[in-house]
């Protein structure tokens, strides 16, 4: 029996206080049609994008230090983090400090995915049940991003106890260039037009002590 989607967010919510973050708590499912998926920028402890699918009503997560590239040579370090609520896909703001992942949030790419014939093979796997297994080929139709790519799995899983990292690719096409992730400082949001700097000054960073619910 596949985990329930409230199982899913368990560890998403338990990092987080929401009467001291913005983040969505996560109460909406998935609207039906094609799977989202997003590239999000976050300016943390150490600057990376968060590449996220839509699965099985949540939206599954990697840290890629260097961002998504289009190059078909590159091959992008994807670390696993906890699944994400699909409002999550639309977030941009300032994470207060303090709390779990405090920085700047900006929305880069968004739009739908389509899995591939890689991903659900002959043993009629389903996306999610490939993802389990450790290889996943999927086609992005975002703003910015176009074309196959693969998500590869090479260390841990399987029981192993040991760190899983994956790999992601941007595999041969007709949308294949040499284009890599921008300079994410000064990329700009495909929702807002904003960068991280104006997202910073616009949504200044909110004091715990200033938060609703919060006596002191």
């Known amino acids: 029996m596949s985990e329930s989607r409230d199982g899913k967010l368990s560890t998403y919510r338990g990092k987080r206080h929401f009467d001291r ?29 968060d590449f996220r699918l839509e699965v099985d009503g949540v939206l599954k997560s990697w840290s890629v230090p ?3 590239s289009a190059d078909v040579h590159d091959k992008r370090l994807a670390m696993p983090t906890e699944d994400h609520p699909m409002e999550y896909r639309t977030f941009e703001g300032v994470i207060a400090g303090g709390e779990y992942g405090a920085g700047t949030v900006i929305v880069w790419d968004e739009g739908t995915y389509e899995p591939l014939a890689g991903s659900t093979d002959d043993k009629g796997r389903t996306f999610a049940e490939a993802l389990e297994h ?55 949001s495909a929702l807002s037009g904003r960068t991280l700097r104006q997202v910073a000054e616009e949504e200044p960073e909110t004091a715990v002590e200033d938060l609703p619910g919060d006596s002191g």
């Open 21 to 49: 973050t913005r983040e969505p708590r996560g109460e909406i499912v998935g609207a039906g049609g094609k799977p989202v998926f997003v590239v999000q920028i976050h300016d943390a402890s150490s600057m990376h994008f």
């Open 66 to 68: 260097k961002g998504p």
């Open 134 to 188: 450790g290889h996943a080929t999927f086609r992005l139709d975002g703003a910015k991003l176009h074309g196959a790519y693969a998500l590869t799995r090479f260390r841990g899983g399987d029981g192993s106890g040991e760190r899983e990292s994956w790999l992601l690719v941007k595999k041969k096409d007709a949308r294949t260039h040499g284009r890599p992730a921008p300079d994410p400082q000064r990329a700009r």
